[in-house]
Nanobody, 122 residues
Framework: EVQLVESGGGSVQAGGSLKLSCETSVNLDRGYCAAWFRQAPGEEREEVVSIDPIGRTRYSDSVRGGRFIVSKNNARNVLYLQMSSLRPDDSGTYYC???????????????WGPGTQVTVSS
């Protein structure tokens, strides 16, 4: 059973930064895609970024450009999301997810963490 636990959420003012972590029970460099999703109240869950086993990343248009940076520590099986220049519309529950595979495009993610809340105030 895959286990994922996010941490690092909190409340910040617009323009601030947060770094999320996701401890996983899978080998992130051995055939697992990983991703960060977020969901605001009343909205659909959005894939923010995915990273494949060899480190190739795909960012959503809403965060592309360097505001959000995904990384991972393969030795510790931890996924990170460094978020900067945060805006109120970045608020929501952030989830990490994993799925077996080497190509993360159009990936259906099977396993999810419980989520961590991010609140950005103006």
């Amino acid at each position: 059973e895959v286990q994922l636990v996010e941490s690092g959420g909190g409340s910040v003012q617009a323009g601030g930064s947060l770094k999320l972590s996701c401890e996983t029970s899978v080998n992130l460099d051995r055939g697992y895609c990983a991703a960060w999703f977020r969901q605001a109240p009343g909205e659909e869950r959005e894939e923010v970024v995915s990273i494949d086993p060899i480190g190739r990343t795909r960012y959503s248009d809403s965060v592309r450009g360097g505001r959000f940076i995904v990384s991972k520590n393969n030795a510790r099986n931890v996924l990170y999301l460094q978020m900067s220049s945060l805006r109120p519309d970045d608020s929501g529950t952030y989830y990490c997810a994993t799925a077996p595979g080497w190509d993360c495009r159009q990936k259906t993610f099977n396993d999810w963490g419980p989520g961590t809340q991010v609140t950005v105030s103006s």
